[in-house]
């Protein structure tokens, strides 16, 4: 069981480094405020024995189970209310639930209204995995005629074009060129 010191330095070690690999103890101490690199390794010790953090050819993280929201094992209804069981089934982190595959995976923020009917709303977080092929339906990142655009990729007998999800928008047909960047998996949006 860990003393309140001990809390605070792991919450501070997890808020500085989040679940990169941590640095050298000479390097928390400073940052710390410590005198001596000592404290850091009795620090450390008990953050080991308790599996906080885990020690890998002789670099230290943070334990990876520890991040991520936690998710329930029951499901909360979208029509009338239901008593909801409080069973912690795991934690559920975006490179878990997105199948994210660094560094060849990107957030990036959604612009203009042209997806909104397959709910992808201006403001939204678009998670793609790069890659510079797509199938037909798959919804991409592309680079079309000297822009870059959020569109669903259609392929025809050949003929490729990109499709808006919005009726007030024209379909795409490149001119010149037309590069695919990345496939969207997911979209992450705050309320």
């Known amino acids: 069981m860990l003393t309140e010191k001990q809390k605070t ?35 450390f010790n008990k953050l080991k024995e308790e599996n906080l953090i885990q020690e890998k050819n002789g670099r230290f993280f943070i334990n990876k189970e520890l991040f991520g929201a936690v998710m329930f094992s029951s499901v909360v209804k979208a029509g009338f ?5 409080d069973y912690v089934e795991k934690r559920v982190s975006l490179d878990e639930s997105f199948d994210i595959n660094a560094p060849s995976t990107f957030l ?22 790069k890659t510079n092929t797509a199938r037909n339906g798959d919804i991409v990142i592309a680079f079309i005629d000297g822009g870059y655009t959020l569109k669903t990729y259609r392929n025809k007998n050949g003929k490729v074009w990109l499709e808006p999800a919005n ?22 949006r705050k309320f």
């Open 167 to 188: 009726s007030n928008y024209p379909n795409l047909y490149p001119k010149e060129e037309l590069i695919i960047f990345g496939v969207a998996k997911g979209i992450v």
């Open 9 to 43: 330095f792991f919450e501070k070690l997890k808020e500085l480094y989040g679940n990169e690999m941590l640095p050298s103890f000479e390097v928390i101490a400073k940052n710390f405020g410590f005198k001596h690199k000592n404290s850091v390794w009795q620090y």
């Open 108 to 129: 990036f923020t959604v612009s203009g209204d042209s997806m909104i009917d397959l709910g992808i709303f201006e403001g939204d977080k678009v998670v793609v995995e």
């Open 81 to 85: 209310a239901s008593v909801a069981d």
